[in-house]
């Protein structure tokens, strides 16, 4: 089975070809609940299964559980069949089950401390690392991880973290393009602000923003997308459905960005909704496409934790939306007027 591809190559060096849809395997690393490793693999083989051959991961998911999942899954797949990201800022240490990061939110995970780090020994380090973990002799892009305020706790700290990494880390991410180590690199964040400045001050190719192109968000189009545009820069929209109000709807305890959804967004979640009922259209697959409209988008990469999940995605990477319905959304002002459509 086959998905729809994107093919980006703004350095001229081949490029790389996403599809549409990818996998954010941040679910593999047991958030939230754990799942067992036969599990796992049976989503990604369900994803594989439907066409997905793009794969992001981070040595956070699961303080790298995430990784060595995919390990045993990509094991025995041509290496150049798919096309794997993966971060960098954060090294981990040893700890134990008391003392161990994300109680609460990683479940059965290794013992592991995180510790910051974007310097230019840091993110080599981290690199040799997760090949390891990864079980796999190349990444095709780099991720620096997590420099947003939700992360770093003020914007003072994120600049400090930005400092960092373009002193240092930025230099060893610019040899490893240059020396084809890898093909692109960019950072993985929860703010589009962050990648905005990231933008003005280096040479980045690729971002991964969770959560802030989507039906509910579209305040990058201000001005950090249209820099996208001039730089050849390509987005992969992570987090389409803002951690899950626009796949279930405003149902009770609906989450949106980590959070219990407030009654703003439930009633803006209705309204949405109501337009896609009225175009025959599920709203976890308009929520799907929308940030596909825009030309600098490469893939999108919702989580998939179970069968469920991962085969619902691929039914919304092939869903057909009806022009009529992203114009009623513009007259009922519930997305942008200058959004892509």
């Known amino acids: 089975m086959t998905l729809p591809t994107r093919h980006w ?11 549409e849809l990818g996998f954010g395997s941040a679910p593999l690393g047991n958030l939230y609940r754990a799942i067992s490793d036969d599990a796992a693999q049976a989503t990604l083989q369900s994803a594989w299964d439907g066409g997905v ?34 971060k960098i800022g954060r090294l981990l240490k040893p700890a134990t089950q008391t003392t161990r990061d994300g109680i609460g939110k990683w479940f059965e995970v290794p013992a592991r401390n995180e510790v910051y780090d974007f310097s230019y020994d840091g993110v080599m380090r981290s690199v040799e690392f997760s090949l390891e973990r990864l079980g796999i002799d190349r990444i095709d892009m780099l991720f620096a991880h997590d420099i947003d305020v939700p992360n770093q706790g003020s914007r003072a700290n994120v600049d400090a973290k930005v400092d960092q990494l373009m002193a240092g880390g930025y230099h060893a991410l610019e040899r490893m393009r240059l ?3 890898i093909k692109a690199f960019g950072a993985g964040v929860n703010e589009w602000e962050v990648c905005e400045t990231l933008l003005k001050r280096g040479d980045f190719d690729i971002f991964l923003m969770a959560g802030r192109y989507t039906l509910l968000e579209q305040e990058a189009l201000t001005s950090f997308l249209p820099l996208c545009e001039e730089r050849g820069v390509g987005i992969v929209t992570g987090g389409p459905y803002n951690s899950g109000i626009l796949a279930t709807g405003p149902v009770p305890g609906a989450y949106y960005n980590y959070e219990p959804a407030t009654p703003d967004i439930l009633d803006r979640v209705t309204r949405i909704e109501t337009v896609c009922k009225a175009h025959d259209t599920r709203l976890i697959d308009a929520a799907f496409q929308f940030p596909l409209l825009h030309p600098s988008t490469v893939s ?7 069968l469920t999940e991962s085969e619902g995605n691929l039914q919304a990477a092939k869903a057909r939306i009806p ?7 513009k007259t009922e002002g519930l997305i942008r007027q200058d959004a892509p459509v």
């Open 53 to 86: 051959r793009y794969f992001d991961t981070a040595p956070l998911y699961g303080l790298g559980l995430s990784e060595t999942r995919l390990n045993r899954f990509l094991r025995d797949k041509p290496r150049d069949e798919y096309i794997l990201s993966t």
């Open 179 to 181: 020396d084809g180590t």
């Open 9 to 19: 190559d703004r350095l001229d060096n081949g490029g790389l070809t996403f599809t």
């Open 300 to 306: 999108v990469i919702p989580g998939g934790q179970g």
């Open 323 to 329: 022009a009529g319905l992203w114009a009623d959304l």
